[in-house]
Each structure stands twice: as structure tokens, then as C-alpha cells.
């Protein structure tokens, strides 16, 4: 079966959990809990090089956001099956490197939404009212009443950049202000934020605009990501006297530019719960903010809530439980989601796939360019991407170095040249639900069904399957109707279809004692069963067994008369 998972059992003794960044001890309880033959080691502060150095033992990893899951870590992890990350962001953790190699990611994107925005209003009266300096100087024994003269809340613009969860509740605490929102998110509709009283604009015109801009982004890199999307250019766009908020992600802005901002005045203030330093060390610009006497700053407080600690902590612990106890969880960063619902549907016919891919790489060996995955019935309503990973795991297991499973198969199979088309219709054929993989490149492979001199090649290029009662069924192997199940050892024989050949193997197989658990035999049109059926040239006899059979008696099935093509593969 497909996995991105393991089964652990109290007999291997070999599965081990390293939990590096503080969660709360609910989070770990449950994990003992649910996974009592489970070892659970929490070592905090790790350094790189010596998580490095530990992180083959593991196969699961916990962490926050103080540790950095490089990819040089995650190569080390030879037995890793999952990342989970308590909190929302995931920058932390190299992800394109975690899905090569098959190893799963996942977050708690709800878990902190509303300690999120609770902080960032926090943070928007902090700023209005001066209250941390107001503090400060009261706590010096100071009465500077007249120094502390704030602005009113209500009736500002706030624009909101980034109305994902987080902006979105950040939005719906400032309506209670009385505040008037405006945002710039370019994945969200004019429709949907309408509905939820906010009025979508370019993100110059809420730049513009906007009293407060708070920001509510995850952080990306490359030419359209977000690092730096805040600098110089955009933060000479605000209003005079405007206030700027990150309580998303470090590295949003360009730090320099903001402090230029707030020396020149432009810009009335800052709150920054966030740095592109965590913790702040040696980086000059970084000093200088925090001593800037219009910024205030938190040390990364967002999800910093009792509520919000235990929350993200049984989230993450429920699905590494899930992923360990051989279920799939429900915020998987790298890997579609599948719904408990869908999972049972789809994964009988997730197992037939992948036998179907073992079958058709023994049956026809050879390079692999272009196959069409074919689906028909109810199972075409759904997303078949599971279904096409496990058909990749199939294809490419026997010749792939790297384990194949639903999170690294498509890149996998890119890797090898080999291209998935996938065909839906939902409108049933013969059976209820039906798959089918076509091979429509071949590169001139030869066919493993090879005959006899003269008798003529038989290349396998189509392979359907269906499951009944819970069991897989093939139903056809090449231009062959049949039915039987893909497990165990499988006789192929492409024979001349007339009365006396099923007999003649028959009879040496019980000569070398091979017990025979199915057989059936294969016409190249399908009819009712049972017999009358059409007569054809050829047939293919396939014949289940219960123990290899030996080579000198597959030398015999050979020498047969009017048997041309024989193959036996193990599934």
C-alpha cells in the first residue's frame, strides 16, 4: 500500500519521535498516550551539527520556529517519515528537500489564528496610545501627560495585507473598533471579502490609504515571493503619519528601509512582533530599530497564549500519531489533503493501482515515458491525485533508489522522464468503478511475452482493474479480458485457444508440486460467463500458485506445442 507513514510496533522497538523546540506538555502527553511502544526523546537548543548528527535515530520530528530544518538535516534523516511544525509557518523548514525525499510536513494552521490577531490589535492600540513608552516612563518616575498624546482608533483605515485566517480575524476585531477596512490579498475574491466587510484594493492604493497596514503573509522567496516586500519603494508609498505592524513573518520588510522611514519621520510608528534575526544578535540594523523610540517590539509573542501553546501542541501531536498509526493527517504542507471520507474510498483502489504498477514492470520491463490513468465510475468525483502516486509507487519502486510514497512521487516520477495523464468520466462501463493505465509510449521496448520463433511478439500495453468486495480484481492484461487477483506467484501463458492446454500445464505443475490456487484463462473479447465465449487465436492463461515454481518445470510450460510466451512475476 502507498505510505507516507509507518506502522509502529512495541516488537521493533525502532521508532523514535525527537521533539527539539518547547510545546506543551499536553501535546507530549498525548503522544505517549497514543503511542505508548513509542520512544519520545525532547532535547532543546540543538545545535545544527548536532541535530545533524542524531536525527538518522528518528522518525518523526517536532519543532517550533527555533529550529532550522535545513537540508543538509533532512538528508541525514535517513528514516524520517514526518516534520511537524507546531505553529502556522513553515519557513523554517526545507520543504522542497523534505518532499524529494518522500518525507511528509505538517503544521497547526488554526491553531494560533486568534492569539495572532488578539496580538496584532495589541500591538495597533500599542501604537496609537504609546503605551509601552508611556509606560517606561511612569516606571521612571516620570508624569510626561502632554509627551503621550495618542490618535483615536475609530473611523481609521486599516489596511490589511494578507486576508488569509489570521487578517481575516484581525479584520472582524477592527469592525468592532469602528475602524474601516481595506485589504490587498491577490488569492482572495472581491465577492469574499465584501461578504466579510472588507473592500479588496491594489496593494499600492492600501498602502495609500491606510492609517495602520498590518501584514498577515506567509514568507516566500524567489522573483514573485514575499521576502522584502516592504522596502524602500513601497513604504515611501504610505501616508504621512501612518503606523506599520508585522505580526506575520520575519523578512516581510526590508528592515533598513523601515528604519530610514522612522528617522525621517515619515512614518508615525512600528510594531514589529517579528525580525529576519530570531534571536537578535549581531545585526546592526536590527539594534538600531530596537532602539528606535517609535518602534515597539515583542520577542515573536503572536501564538505566545496558554491557549494557543496547547492548542498548535495537540494538533501537531494528533497527526503525528495519525501519520505513525498509518493514516494521513489533516494540514500536510507537502501532500494533498485527504479527508477521512475520501481515504476510504479511494484507498482499495489506491492498492490495486500499485499493484497494477508492480504488475505491468514485470510483465513488460523497459523504460517508461507516457501513461494514461484512466478512471471511470463514481471514483472519477474525486481528486485521483492519491490514486495516481500510488500507480507511480508501483511503476517505479523496483527500480527507484528512494522509497515512493504520496509525497514524492510526482516528483519522482518527473525525474524519471515519466509523464501521468489522467482520464475521468463517471459514467460506469461494465463495472461500477474501473482503472485502467495505457502505455502510450513505448521507446520500442520488447515485449516480455516474447514467443516462440515465428510465433509473432506480444507487447502488453493497456492493464484494467477493479476492486470487488473489498478485493482487487484484474480484468485485463493487454488485449486479454480475465479476472483475478494480483497477489502472490503469477503464471502467464500465451497459448493457442483450443481444448487440452490448460491440462498440460496443469499436469507439470503438479509434477513439481505447485499447488494451483486460481486459474483463468483470457479471450481477446469479453462476453457473459459462463461459456459460450468467442473462440480466438490466442488466450492467455493465468494461473495462480502457492510457491515458486521451478525452473526446469517453467522450461517445460515452454516447450509445450502451441504455448508461445511465458512469464511468471511475484506481487
Not at 522509497?403 to 525525474?415: D, E, G, R, S, T
Not at 494451483?516 to 465465449?533: A, K
Request: aromatic share 4%; hydrophobic share 40%; charged share 20%.
Amino acid at each position: 500500500m502507498i505510505e507516507a507513514q509507518v506502522q509502529p510496533t512495541a516488537a521493533t522497538g525502532t521508532i523514535k519521535i525527537l521533539i527539539t523546540d518547547r510545546i506543551a506538555q499536553e501535546g507530549i502527553e498525548l503522544l505517549r498516550a497514543q503511542l505508548p511502544e513509542v520512544h519520545i526523546d525532547e532535547r532543546l537548543g540543538l545545535k545544527p551539527e548536532q541535530l545533524k548528527e542524531i536525527i538518522g535515530e528518528y522518525t518523526a520530528l517536532i519543532v517550533r520556529s527555533e529550529t532550522k530544518v535545513s537540508s543538509d538535516v533532512l538528508a541525514a534523516a535517513t528514516k524520517m517519515k514526518i516534520v511537524g511544525r507546531a505553529g502556522v509557518g513553515v519557513d523554517n523548514i526545507d520543504t522542497e528537500a523534505a518532499t524529494r525525499q518522500g518525507i511528509m510536513v505538517v503544521n497547526s494552521p488554526t491553531g494560533n489564528i486568534i492569539a495572532a490577531a488578539e496580538h496584532t490589535i495589541a500591538m495597533l492600540m500599542a501604537l496609537a496610545r504609546h503605551i509601552p513608552a508611556a509606560n517606561a516612563s511612569m516606571k521612571a518616575g516620570k508624569w510626561e501627560k502632554s509627551r503621550f498624546v495618542g490618535v483615536e482608533v475609530r473611523n481609521k483605515i486599516l489596511g490589511i495585507i494578507g486576508l488569509g485566517k489570521v487578517g481575516t480575524e484581525v479584520a472582524r476585531r477592527a469592525q468592532g473598533l469602528e475602524m474601516q477596512i481595506i485589504a490587498f490579498d491577490p488569492f482572495v475574491s472581491r465577492e469574499n471579502a465584501r461578504k466579510v466587510g472588507v473592500t479588496m484594493l491594489s496593494m499600492e492604493e492600501v498602502l495609500k490609504q491606510a492609517d495602520f497596514v498590518t501584514l498577515h503573509t506567509s514568507l516566500t522567496s524567489g522573483p514573485q515571493g514575499t521576502r522584502g516586500l516592504l522596502g524602500a519603494r513601497e513604504l515611501s508609498m504610505m501616508k504621512p503619519g501612518a503606523r506599520l505592524i508585522n505580526c506575520a513573518r520575519g523578512g516581510l520588510i526590508e528592515e533598513a528601509a523601515l528604519l530610514h522611514a522612522l528617522n525621517e519621520n515619515h512614518l508615525a510608528g512600528a510594531a514589529l512582533d517579528v525580525f529576519s534575526q530570531e534571536p537578535i544578535r549581531d545585526d546592526a540594523t536590527l539594534k538600531q530599530l530596537l532602539a528606535h523610540e517609535h518602534l515597539i517590539a515583542t520577542p515573536h509573542l503572536g501564538a505566545s497564549t496558554e491557549e494557543a501553546q496547547v492548542g498548535v501542541a495537540i494538533d501537531v501531536a494528533e497527526q503525528v500519531v495519525s501519520v505513525l498509526q498509518g493514516g494521513f493527517p489533516r494540514a500536510a504542507v507537502n501532500a494533498p489533503l485527504i479527508l477521512p471520507e475520501t481515504l476510504k474510498t479511494l484507498q482499495p483502489y489506491m492498492r490495486l493501482l500499485e499493484q497494477m504498477g508492480y504488475l505491468y514492470t514485470q510483465l513488460q520491463p523497459g523504460p517508461l515515458h507516457k501513461i494514461e490513468l484512466s478512471c471511470s465510475g463514481q471514483i472519477a468525483h474525486y481528486d485521483l491525485r492519491p490514486l495516481q502516486a500510488a500507480l507511480i509507487k508501483g511503476l517505479l519502486e523496483s527500480v527507484s533508489e528512494a522509497h515512493v510514497n504520496l509525497i514524492n512521487a510526482q516528483v519522482l516520477a518527473k525525474q524519471w522522464g515519466l509523464e501521468i495523464v489522467e482520464q475521468k468520466s463517471t459514467t460506469a462501463t461494465e463495472f461500477a468503478n474501473l482503472v485502467t493505465l495505457r502505455v502510450t509510449s513505448t521507446n520500442g521496448s520488447s515485449s516480455s511475452l516474447a514467443g516462440k520463433p515465428g510465433s509473432g511478439d506480444e507487447y502488453i500495453d493497456v492493464l484494467s482493474g477493479t476492486v470487488m468486495r473489498g478485493e482487487s480484481r484484474i480484468v485485463r492484461v493487454g488485449r486479454y479480458w480475465t479476472e483475478f487477483v494480483p497477489e502472490g506467484y503469477i503464471l502467464f501463458c500465451r497459448n493457442a485457444d483450443r481444448p487440452g492446454m490448460i491440462g498440460r500445464v496443469s499436469t507439470i505443475l503438479g509434477k513439481a508440486g505447485v499447488n494451483i490456487r486460481h486459474m483463468d484463462v483470457g479471450p481477446t473479447e469479453r462476453s457473459p460467463r459462463p461459456y459460450p465465449r468467442p473462440t480466438s487465436s490466442t488466450a492467455l492463461m493465468i494461473i495462480s500458485v502457492d510457491n515458486p515454481i521451478p525452473t526446469w518445470a517453467l522450461e517445460e510450460v515452454r516447450d509445450v506445442e502451441d504455448i508461445f510466451g511465458v512469464k511468471v512475476v511475484k506481487l
